[in-house]
């Protein structure tokens, strides 16, 4: 007489959680590189991943992190931007652009790939506006 263990989840249960982490991951990847959408489409970088974050944060709640997360480093971005511009006067200006542009792209590639594999990347240097 063999009895079926009724303690675990169901397995269709599993599978839709399965299905739905792995929806979440894609969402979180696709937020962090549609930053890169300012270089083909002006502001699209920044339009973009606020808009991905506002209507998936409710079908996928471990989306909304993320989207905090990209929110916080493009308004630090923008300001670290235009203190460096005006810091050009000064020569500092040029070499903290140059560095700016560079995180600019590496950061939303880590932040992408570390999303699809499950974790919370946070970008270094963000300043904290959503917590």
Request: charged share 15%; glycine share 8%; aromatic share 12%.
């Amino acid at each position: 007489m063999s009895e079926e263990s009724t303690a675990g989840s169901s397995p269709s249960s599993s599978i839709e959680d399965g299905f739905e982490e792995k929806t979440a991951r894609e969402w979180a990847m696709i937020l962090h590189f549609s930053m890169f959408a300012g270089y083909l489409v002006p502001i699209a970088g920044f339009i973009a991943p606020i808009i991905i974050w506002q209507i998936k944060k409710d079908e996928l709640p471990s989306l909304d992190e993320h989207g905090r997360l990209v929110t916080n480093w493009l308004i630090s971005s923008v300001i670290y931007v235009v203190v460096g511009f005006f810091l050009i006067f000064l020569i500092i200006g040029i070499p903290m652009l140059a560095a700016l542009g560079i995180c600019n792209i590496v950061f939303p590639l880590i932040g992408g790939l570390k999303a699809n594999q499950g974790e919370v990347w946070r970008y270094p240097l963000t300043i904290q506006f959503f917590s």
